[in-house]
Nanobody, 112 residues
Framework: QVQLVESGGGLVQPGGSLRLSCVAS????????MSWYRQAPGQRRELVAS???????NYADSVKGRFTISRDNAKNTVYLQLNELKPEDTAVYYC??????WGQGTQVTVSS
């Protein structure tokens, strides 16, 4: 079973940046497509960004141009760079692979 562990969340002011990381166990990370989701209080979990095993990325319209997803297959890690953060980006951010494994989430809070 693949385990995913996120890190990198925290409290940041509007306009600030964070980089989230998600490390996967196992030796076949490179074959998985990976995604980042987020869930704000009282809201449904939503897809933020995804990346194929070959590195092609897609983004939700709400984060396009501000967030960047990337992966390092040698480190079994997928990243989400969050720039120009807004209060509405506040949520728990989760990573997921394409066989249904989820991480435990990392909290991102954007507030002055």
């Amino acid at each position: 079973q693949v385990q995913l562990v996120e890190s990198g969340g925290g409290l940041v002011q509007p306009g600030g940046s964070l980089r989230l990381s998600c490390v996967a166990s196992g030796s076949i990370f490179r074959i998985y497509a990976m995604s980042w989701y987020r869930q704000a209080p009282g809201q449904r979990r939503e897809l933020v960004a995804s990346i194929t095993r070959d590195g092609s990325a897609n983004y939700a319209d709400s984060v396009k141009g501000r967030f960047t997803i990337s992966r390092d297959n040698a480190k079994n890690t997928v990243y989400l760079q969050l720039n120009e953060l807004k209060p509405e980006d506040t949520a728990v951010y989760y990573c997921k692979n394409n066989i249904g494994s989820w991480g435990q989430g990392t909290q991102v809070t954007v507030s002055s």
